[in-house]
C-alpha cells in the first residue's frame, strides 16, 4: 500500500499546509507591500509578538513569499542570536543582496539566506544555487550604508527590498535602538521597503520601549479559536486524501488546546497511527495521544522550564499545582500559595508572562503550552 505524505508539519520553522487564525497579520503584511510597491510610500514596520510555538516565523516566512510571489521582491532576513550582535550580520546580508541584485538578470526573484542566494526564475520553476567568493568584508560598512546599497540596487532593477528580524526580543536594548534609528533617520518616505519583525512579547516591555517602533503596526498572535483548530487538523488531512471524523477532530483539537505547534504535533501522530486508512478515527486519535504528549514533553516542556529561573520554577510549579486542584489560578492565588505579598512575587508572573510561558485569561494565568501544568506537576522540580 502506497504511503500517503504526512501533510502536518512540527519541525521548527516549517510552515503548515494552511496558516490558519494569522488572517489579520497577513492581510497588515500584504497591505504594507502594496503601499511599498504601488503607493510608492515606505509603510511603518511590522512586529509580530507572541510565545514560543504560535508560528511567528512562519508569519515571517510568508511576509517574504508574499513579496516574492507578488511583486518578485527579494527578502533579506536575520535571526538575532543570544549575546551577539546583530547588525553587523544585517548590514552584510544587505552588501550581498546589493552585489547579487547588481549581477543579476533583470526579473528574477530572491531569497537570501545564512549562506547562499536561491533565485527562483519567474516561469521556471527551477531554483539555482549562487556562491559567492568573497564576500565583501561587513566591517567597513554601517547598517544605514548598507541599506542604501541594497535599496538603491533593487531600485535600480525597478524592484523592492523586504527585511525580517527575528527573535528580536534577544537584542540589546542599546543595538534595538540603535536599529531603530537607522530605520527613522535614513530611510526616505518613498523607499520599496517593508521591514517586519518578530519576537516574544517582552519586546513590548516599558524598559525595552524603543520610540520609532512604537509608531510600528504591532501583531500580537497566540492561540487558535475552535474553529481556526478544527481548520488546521481538518483541512490539510483532506487535501492530502483522508477525511478526520468529528470525534477524533474534536478530540484532537480539545487537546491540542489551540496550540499551533500542538495541532501539527497531534496531526502528525494521528496521521502516522491512521496508515491505510481513509479515515483519521477516534481510536486512531486516541493512539496517538501518548505519542504526541512525549514529543511535546521532551521538546517544548522541558525547555520552557529550564528556561526558568529557579524563582520562577517556584511560580511556574504554584501556578500548575492551582491549576490541577482548583482549575483556576490567579496572581493573588499564587501569591498565597508561596507565603508571600502579590506585590512581592509580581516581578515573576511579569517575566513569565513577557517570556510567553504563561498567558492571562482576564485574572487567570493560564499556560499556553496544552499539558504542561500537568507535566510540571508530575515531573518537575524547582531548581535549588
Do not use: C
Request: aromatic share 6%; charged share 25%; proline share 7%.
Amino acid at each position: 500500500m502506497a504511503r500517503l505524505p504526512n501533510p502536518y508539519r512540527p519541525g521548527f520553522n516549517q510552515a503548515p499546509l494552511l496558516l490558519a487564525g494569522r488572517d489579520d497579520v497577513i492581510d497588515g503584511a500584504v497591505d504594507a507591500l502594496e503601499q511599498a510597491a504601488l503607493d510608492a510610500r515606505t509603510p511603518r514596520p511590522l512586529v509580530v509578538v507572541g510565545s514560543r510555538g504560535v508560528g511567528k516565523t512562519v508569519v515571517l516566512t510568508r511576509v517574504a513569499d508574499l513579496a516574492a510571489e507578488r511583486f518578485g521582491w527579494l527578502t533579506v532576513h536575520v535571526e538575532v542570536r543570544p549575546h551577539e550582535p546583530f547588525t553587523d550580520l544585517l548590514a552584510g546580508r544587505l552588501l550581498e543582496a546589493a552585489a547579487v541584485l547588481t549581477d543579476a538578470p533583470p526579473g528574477p526573484r530572491f531569497e537570501v539566506d545564512t549562506a547562499t542566494v536561491r533565485a527562483r526564475l519567474a516561469g521556471v520553476g527551477a531554483e539555482l544555487t549562487l556562491r559567492r567568493r568573497a564576500p565583501e568584508p561587513v566591517r567597513h560598512a554601517s547598517l544605514g550604508d548598507a541599506l542604501h546599497r541594497a535599496v538603491d540596487a533593487a531600485l535600480a532593477r525597478e524592484s523592492g527590498l523586504v527585511l525580517t528580524v527575528d527573535e528580536v526580543q534577544l537584542a540589546s536594548h542599546r543595538e534595538l535602538a540603535g536599529f531603530a534609528a537607522t530605520l527613522q533617520e535614513r530611510t526616505p518616505d518613498d523607499w520599496p521597503l517593508v521591514v517586519a519583525l518578530a519576537g516574544l512579547p517582552s519586546v513590548r516591555s516599558p524598559r525595552r520601549s524603543v520610540t520609532y517602533l512604537e509608531r510600528a503596526a504591532w501583531y500580537e498572535i497566540g492561540l487558535l479559536d475552535e474553529r481556526d483548530t478544527a481548520r488546521a487538523l481538518a483541512e490539510p488531512a483532506a487535501q492530502a486524501g483522508r477525511s478526520i471524523s468529528p470525534a477524533a477532530l474534536d478530540l484532537l483539537a480539545a487537546t491540542s488546546g489551540g496550540y499551533p505547534y500542538a495541532v501539527q504535533v497531534l496531526g502528525h501522530y494521528a496521521w502516522r497511527e491512521s496508515f491505510g486508512a481513509p479515515e483519521i478515527t477516534l481510536d486512531h486519535a486516541r493512539a496517538a495521544l501518548p505519542r504526541a504528549h512525549a514529543d511535546l514533553a521532551a521538546g517544548l516542556y522541558q525547555a520552557r522550564w529550564d528556561d526558568a529561573s529557579p524563582r520562577q520554577q517556584e511560580y511556574l510549579a504554584a501556578v500548575a499545582d492551582l491549576l490541577g486542584r482548583t482549575g483556576e489560578a490567579t496572581g493573588g492565588d499564587v501569591a498565597r500559595l508561596l507565603g508571600a505579598e502579590p506585590s512581592a512575587v509580581s516581578y515573576l508572573r511579569d517575566r513569565l508572562l513577557q517570556k510567553g510561558t504563561l498567558y492571562a485569561d482576564g485574572r487567570a494565568l493560564r499556560f499556553p503550552t496544552p499539558g504542561m501544568a500537568q507535566w510540571i506537576t508530575d515531573h518537575a522540580t524547582p531548581d535549588a
